[in-house]
């Protein structure tokens, strides 16, 4: 017999099997003995009452031994199979990858950056000598910007394909299998790269090809059909069939589809600052407690509100995480947010961003205007900061009320920060939304306002200000066949799991246009 159970825990209850075994042989008014396994299906907090506890879902198995679980996947050998490119090997990219050999297709994944490995030396010096490689940043590399920016695995997007595979597919090349029943699943930066590099290796056992150092610096076109493309070291892949997987920030590679009059749009994306608070403080606020039980992990928030008819909310919240800078090319300043597995760190860090438009854009004539948009406000924030990707700050209440903070606290953006009055970095539509939904989150949290928290200019990449259109039924562009924009890079996802779907999406698209 297989029952399906909910139970409400107790932190150290919930941390511990004995107790979640004892709990659901009461909830069913069974010995203890009769219960051969117990499988956790759904696991959520629940901080509404003053006492937090976890809510789970369960699966019991009475008297019945139950199959086991597997999660391994192997892949055919597709090494003479008909081959796709795919530019861009962060999670849209690998995933279409892994769906093309599943589907009997050849990927070749070509990504402008380097392997996990090669890439951290580059981080490294972007954190301590405040020295940006335009090919191979937080952004660029291998898994893309999710690889560094700590694996949140939190989506919406059920109606764009199973989420589930994604996370299995994550748990076989070495996720916690904890993804697949936490509420807001995550990995963490330091467990991350082994998983890419495990889906590489499955990738090329496979018989594709991943190519590291490998910028796309042209498109080859010949009858309104796409015939491959060319790179930064002059050699030529050729394929009917590419995907587009380049992620929010390759900027050049709009300016290369304007260049072959390939039609695309202006998209309206967020805009705003990363906002820090000692932990302690989110804790005490959402656990309603002077110290936090240590069975709990570090709390979150999440804020919207409207203010003059637009939102402004909190983005990519980082429990015990760090801010990072995630410029991608020279002159400027681009911040976001990652925790560690344990999240661990004193800080949580959230985005704190309004929405900008095309109407908010003076003299909108272009494709262009939101990007180019976004790239002044992060050139100013590099002024402002004086370079070494110092980052422009102000404490939180000081920020409100326009004064120049006298010092900033301390805080986890590494290249360091300067204080300083972020009216001046900010367009004036955004700052002043924030200034009024600042108090207001306040408000609905205990301790948010203050001036142990500190804003940090500029959170600007929080999607793609520019859309590379596609025919719905097709995902092919409708000016250029066989070019398939995908994901986060084409206005079409945002985080991994979205993104994830979204490359095997098309994917599929492929093989049925073939």
Request: charge should be positive.
């Amino acid at each position: 017999m297989i029952k399906e159970i909910e139970l409400v825990l107790l932190p150290a209850e919930a941390s511990d099997a004995k107790s979640i075994h004892n709990k659901a042989a009461t909830s069913l008014r069974i010995p203890s003995a009769k219960i051969s396994e117990l499988r956790i299906l759904k696991r959520s907090i629940d901080a509404r009452g003053k006492q937090v506890v976890y809510r789970v879902k369960a699966q019991v198995f009475v008297d019945e031994t139950p199959a086991p679980e597997i999660f391994s996947i192997n892949y055919p050998n597709v090494a003479d199979k008909k081959p796709v490119l795919i530019v861009g090997a962060g999670p849209a990219g690998l995933f279409a990858a892994l769906r093309c050999i599943e589907l009997g297709l050849k990927p070749i994944v070509l990504e402008r950056g380097k392997d996990v490995k090669q890439r951290r030396r580059d981080l490294a010096a972007i954190n301590k000598e405040g020295v940006i490689n335009p090919e191979s940043n937080y952004c660029f590399g291998e898994g893309g910007a999710g690889t560094y920016s700590d694996g949140k695995l939190y989506t919406r997007s059920n109606k764009r394909g199973d989420i589930q595979y994604v996370l299995k597919t994550l748990v076989a090349h070495g996720a916690t299998p904890d993804i697949l029943i936490d509420a807001r699943p995550h990995i963490g930066t330091n467990k991350l790269p082994q998983i890419i590099v495990s889906i590489r290796d499955n990738i090329l056992n496979a018989g594709g090809e991943v190519i590291f150092d490998c910028k796309v610096t042209d498109f080859i076109i010949k009858g309104g059909e796409i015939r491959g493309v060319k790179t930064s070291s002059g050699e030529t892949f050729s394929s009917e069939k590419v995907i587009l997987a380049t992620g929010h920030s390759a900027r050049d590679i709009y300016y290369l589809l304007q260049k072959q009059k390939i039609l695309l749009e202006a998209k309206p994306f967020a805009l705003g600052v990363r906002i820090e608070h000692p932990q302690e403080i989110i804790d005490k606020a959402q656990y309603h407690c002077e110290i936090r039980d240590p069975y709990l992990p570090p709390s979150s928030y999440s804020f919207v509100e409207q203010v003059e008819n637009r939102g402004v909310f909190s983005f990519c919240m980082c429990p015990g995480g760090i801010i990072a800078p995630c410029a991608t090319d020279y002159n400027e300043i681009v911040v976001n947010g990652w925790s560690p597995s344990k999240r661990n760190n004193p800080f949580a860090n959230s985005g704190t961003v309004v929405q900008v438009n095309l109407e908010d854009i003076k003299g909108y004539q272009n494709p262009f205007s939101l990007l180019e948009f976004q790239a002044e406000t992060e050139r100013k924030a590099y002024a402002a900061g004086g370079g070494k990707l110092v980052a422009p700050a102000q404490r939180l209440v000081d920020f409100v009320e326009g004064r120049l903070s006298t010092d900033l606290p301390k805080n986890s953006y590494l290249p360091g920060t300067k204080s300083s009055d972020l009216k001046e970095v900010l367009p004036s539509f955004v700052y002043s939304r924030l200034k009024q939904a600042l108090p207001v989150f306040g408000k609905k949290m205990k301790g948010y306002y203050t001036n142990e928290a500190i804003l940090v200019g500029v959170e600007s990449r929080t999607s793609s200000p520019v859309r590379i259109p596609r025919d719905r039924e097709t995902l092919q562009h409708p000016q250029l066949k066989g070019l398939f924009p995908c994901a986060e890079g084409a206005g079409y996802a945002g985080g991994i799991v979205s993104a994830a779907i979204d490359g095997m999406n098309c994917a599929e698209a492929v093989l049925t246009s073939i």
